[in-house]
């Protein structure tokens, strides 16, 4: 079976809801796991999600297009719910009556971890559904504003859930898939030196450092220059909090004017060359707008995967 699995917004400015938790995180990370899960099932899976997108609707184009190019058999759009902190539950909707048949035992998976019933319901008013050729259901897994909810997620059991109903078994074997890097515990010196490297922090010689596994003084001298840049103790010694602030860049949480600080905007501030405040203000968003004008990129001012992708890989 071919899926087309669309890990919903993640593409600015198609970004998602925000509550308790965000949905572009939760969106990103139960669709890597389904994807990884159903290609251990001997699946052949096709990432719908693009990269870039000028508007809202070009993203949604450019999902369509992939499904469609590729010849998909089944397109699963994955989203998570917001409305007013109360309501609560999973719904799955569907255009076509093969697609309320692919729908309903992927609802039924999802109910069986506790979320209230919202039941099977007409797409018609979706992009995706009406502009995809092949039978295709959008899922909104639960709601990110409603606590209720949101005690009740894991993002593994929902990856579970989703894949047992579109084939109704699971990979006998557990599945890694794409590490969410905010919640990465490998805390070794090896997984340092590459973290740093990837992030073009230099050694004391402005030098790369090598990816032996060994402390060494350039190894320090590389943790200390991180530190400074996003502000805190500058020891050479990598504690709990300077690995936090490691991974939460590595995580590439979109980042734009208004909602974001701290050490990411340091990062991206030292990246870019002005005054490392850890404040998104003027004078970074220019800076961020020129280094994706520089690299082909939207000149949006947010910072998503495409522009994480030119800073870090």
Request: charged share 25%; aromatic share 6%.
């Amino acid at each position: 079976m071919k899926f087309g699995i669309d890990s919903g917004h993640n593409c600015p400015p198609d970004t998602g809801a925000r509550g308790i938790k965000v949905e572009d995180n939760l969106t990103l990370d139960v669709g890597n796991r389904v994807i990884a899960k159903l290609r251990a099932l001997g699946n052949e899976v096709v990432v719908c999600k693009p990269s870039s997108a000028s508007t809202v609707r070009d993203s949604l184009s450019k999902r369509c297009s992939t499904a469609n190019a590729s010849r998909v058999d089944i397109f699963v759009s994955i989203h998570f719910n917001a409305f007013n902190r109360q309501a609560n539950g999973t719904e799955v909707f569907a255009t076509s009556e093969n697609g309320r048949k692919i729908a309903k035992p992927v609802l039924d998976e999802i109910v069986k971890l506790g979320f209230f019933n919202r039941g099977v319901k007409s797409g018609s008013h979706l992009y995706v559904l009406k502009n995809t050729d092949m039978p295709a259901i959008l899922i909104e897994c639960c709601f990110v504003d409603s606590q209720k909810d949101m005690n009740l997620f894991n993002p593994e059991a929902m990856a579970n859930a989703i894949v047992k109903g579109l084939t109704g078994k699971l990979p006998s074997v557990p599945v890694n898939p794409v590490q969410d890097e905010e919640d990465n515990v490998d805390a070794t010196i090896l997984r340092l030196q590459k973290s740093l490297n990837r992030l073009k922090i230099t050694d004391r010689n402005g030098k790369a450092l090598v990816e032996d596994g060994f402390t060494g003084a350039n190894t320090k001298s590389a943790v200390e220059k991180f530190q400074t840049i996003v502000e805190v103790q500058a020891t050479g010694i990598a504690d709990s909090t300077t690995w936090n602030a490691i991974n939460l860049i590595l995580a590439k949480r979109i980042i734009r004017a208004n909602h974001a600080g701290g050490a990411v905007v340091r990062y991206l501030q030292y990246r870019l060359g002005v005054e490392n405040d850890g404040v998104y203000g003027p004078q970074t968003e220019v800076a961020i707008k020129n280094f994706q004008k520089q690299n082909g990129l939207d000149a949006d001012g947010i910072i998503g995967p495409a522009s994480w992708q030119k800073l870090i890989g």
